[in-house]
C-alpha cells in the first residue's frame, strides 16, 4: 500500500513570494491534515479536511495560508506571501475517517522542508 | 483547552539500557493519547495510543506505555533499546469532541540518543 506522498520535499523562496505544497493521500482516507512542524517543535495542525470540506481552521493564519482539496483527494497548501517565520516543515497526514467514534489512527508523509530567506 | 508536556528535550542513553520519555497532558475532558516516532527525514509513525481499557498499551518496536489518569500521564517506555532507537518521540493528545472532530495537540518532542 502506497503511502501518503507530498512534493516537493524541499524548497527555499525569498519572503513575499508564493510557494505551494502538495499533498495526496492514502487511497480511501477521507480525512487529510496539514500540519505545520517549527524547528524544535512538535507539529500544530493547521487544517483539517473530511473528504471535500473543511473540519476545522481554527489555526491556520487565513491572511497568507490557504488550503484546498477539490475532489476529496489530493490537496494542495499555499502560502501568499511567506514571511521567515514560516519557516518549517509542512506535513501532510491522512486517516480513514471512519473508526466507530473513536480518532482515527494518522499516517504522515515526509514532509516539506520550506525555508524563506 | 488542552496542552501537553514533554519533560524531557533530549534522552541520551547506552544501548540495552532501559528507558522511559516522559509526557504529561492537561485536560478538562477525556482524552485519548498517543505516541509517534520520526526518523531523521521521515514522517511521524504511530508507536502505541491509548482509547480505553487496559492503562497499559503496547506497541511497535517493544515499547509500552502507561495511562496514569490521576497524574496525568502518559510515559513511554522500553526495557532494551537499540541504536536504531535513536529518533525523536513526540506524545499527543486529543479530547472527545463536543459536535466537533478530534484535533490533536502535539508536546515539543524528546530527542532520544542511544550510543553504543
Known amino acids: 500500500e502506497a503511502g501518503v506522498a507530498q512534493s516537493p520535499r524541499y524548497k527555499i523562496i525569498e519572503k513575499r513570494q508564493s510557494v505551494a505544497f502538495w499533498c495526496n493521500p492514502i487511497?480511501?482516507?477521507?480525512?487529510l491534515y496539514w500540519y505545520q512542524q517549527i524547528l524544535g517543535q512538535g507539529p500544530k495542525l493547521l487544517i483539517q479536511?473530511?473528504?471535500?470540506?473543511?473540519?476545522?481552521d481554527s489555526q491556520l493564519p487565513k491572511d497568507r495560508f490557504s488550503a484546498e482539496r477539490l475532489k476529496g483527494v489530493d490537496s494542495t497548501l499555499k502560502i501568499q506571501p511567506a514571511k521567515l517565520e514560516d519557516s518549517a516543515v509542512y506535513l501532510c497526514?491522512?486517516?480513514?475517517?471512519?473508526?466507530?467514534?473513536?480518532?482515527?489512527?494518522?499516517?504522515f508523509g515526509p514532509g516539506t522542508r520550506l525555508t524563506v530567506l | 483547552a488542552q496542552s501537553v508536556t514533554q519533560l524531557d528535550s533530549q534522552v541520551p542513553v547506552f544501548e540495552e539500557a532501559p528507558v522511559e520519555l516522559r509526557c504529561n497532558y492537561s485536560?478538562?475532558?477525556?482524552?485519548?493519547l498517543f505516541w509517534y516516532v520520526q526518523y531523521p527525514n521521515q514522517g511521524l509513525q504511530l508507536l502505541l495510543k491509548?482509547?480505553?481499557?487496559?492503562?497499559l498499551v503496547k506497541g511497535i518496536n517493544g515499547f509500552e506505555a502507561e495511562f496514569n489518569k490521576s497524574q496525568t500521564s502518559f510515559h513511554l517506555r522500553k526495557p532494551s533499546v537499540h541504536i536504531s532507537d535513536t529518533a525523536e518521540y513526540f506524545c499527543?493528545?486529543?479530547?472527545?469532541?463536543?459536535?466537533?472532530?478530534?484535533?490533536?495537540?502535539f508536546g515539543r518532542g524528546t530527542s532520544l540518543i542511544v550510543h553504543p
Open positions: 485536560s478538562s475532558v477525556s482524552v485519548y
Open positions: 497526514a491522512s486517516s480513514l475517517g471512519d473508526s466507530g467514534g473513536a480518532p482515527d489512527t494518522q499516517y
Open positions: 479536511f473530511q473528504n471535500n470540506g473543511v473540519v476545522d
Open positions: 499527543a493528545v486529543t479530547h472527545v469532541p463536543s459536535g466537533g472532530s478530534y484535533i490533536p495537540t
Open positions: 491509548y482509547l480505553s481499557g487496559s492503562t
Open positions: 487511497s480511501g482516507h477521507a480525512t
